[in-house]
């Protein structure tokens, strides 16, 4: 296993790290000991969860059900300490109140308390913001997205009453290190100038999707990446399942994620079907399965601090993982290359 630093954190995480969203819903707490079992037998120290998980499908009267295993798990095998944990509070969102509440110096407070007793700890290593106040791109909203509409001034005073509380939490030992998700340049710089300015917990990580068929983060935030040290946490890397190949010619197995969400949360538009095609071609014609593939672009990333993977089934956790192994010809990458330029975007 490969270990990336976490930012300027100086901490060494997985080049995989283990996600959870599924445990709770497609997943039961023995399915989960197990998959945390397994991953950490070949390497893992590195956890993600939210919450908000699972989210397969997402409810507010499952919500938490995730970190309460996971929370579990720790008091029976005793390996808090072996593991690198994530965990997010909750955006914005139509749930009840409090959990859908717009993040504020009393939601990260009441949230990450939350979070610790669930899971049976006294500190988080990685607390995220799991999407920006002011809207995001992400979750397919690229096409409505209109920033001109955001409030200027709010915005910033939510950023700093924002991490305010977390270098308080920081303080006090129950947070370790600060990280967004599904936020933009923008947002990044600005959490980053912040830090600066006031002495404050820098943003170690971004946890956004990326993907065969998501390269958005290959301009402006790979730029950022590099000068500011700030390592991608890219989840959804098989593009929800697509390119595992499991649902070509319109197959839905079954208990898939396709059998909950039969888009796929937008995903699947049609428009992305020549693209997947394509790269499973690659895989076949280089004797790799398109998971292989997929994880294995992933890794060769240089923003890329850790790859997020999803599994229902061992099986599908020790492919996964697996793919570890797999180095990359540059024959393969410049045929992949041919092909993201002739579908640059296309979910």
Request: glycine share 8%.
């Amino acid at each position: 296993m490969k270990f990336n630093e976490l930012g300027r954190t100086g901490i060494k995480v997985s080049e995989i790290c283990l996600g959870t969203m599924t445990w709770g819903s497609q997943n039961s707490e023995i399915e989960a000991f197990e998959q945390m079992d397994y991953s950490v037998d070949q390497g893992v120290n590195f956890f993600d969860t939210a919450e908000m998980y699972p989210t397969t499908p997402p409810a507010h009267t499952t919500a938490g059900d995730t970190e309460t295993m996971i929370g579990n798990w720790f008091a029976k095998t005793g390996k808090r300490t072996d593991i690198i944990l994530a965990t997010k509070v909750m955006g914005p969102n139509s749930w009840p109140s409090p959990i859908g509440d717009p993040i504020s110096a009393k939601k990260v407070r009441e949230s990450c308390e939350g979070s610790l007793q669930r899971m049976q700890t006294d500190y988080i290593d990685l607390y995220q913001l799991h999407w920006p106040n002011r809207g995001s791109y992400h979750f397919r909203q690229t096409w409505g997205y209109a920033p001109e509409r955001q409030d200027k001034a709010k915005a910033r005073a939510d950023m700093e009453e924002i991490i305010g509380e977390i270098g308080k939490l920081v303080d006090e030992g129950k947070v370790r290190h600060f990280g967004l998700s599904n936020d933009t340049a923008w947002g990044l710089m600005n959490y980053l100038k912040l830090s600066e300015v006031k002495d404050l917990p820098r943003v170690a990580s971004i946890q956004n999707e990326y993907s065969l068929m998501h390269r958005i983060f290959d301009t402006d935030l790979a730029e950022i990446s590099h000068h500011e040290d700030v390592g991608l946490l890219s989840y959804t890397p098989l593009a929800a399942g697509l390119l595992t190949g499991k649902y070509a010619d319109g197959t839905v197995p079954s208990g898939s994620r396709r059998s909950i969400n039969n888009t796929l949360g937008g995903r699947v538009t049609g428009h992305e079907a020549a693209a997947l095609d394509a790269y499973i071609d690659i895989a076949k014609r280089h004797g790799m399965t398109p998971t292989e593939l997929s994880l294995a672009f992933c890794f060769t990333r240089p923003f890329m601090a850790s790859v997020i993977i999803g599994a229902t089934t061992m099986d599908q956790l020790r492919e996964c993982i697996g793919a570890k192994d797999i180095s990359l010809s540059d024959e393969v990458l410049g045929e992949i290359e041919e092909i993201y330029r002739k579908y640059p975007v296309p979910m």
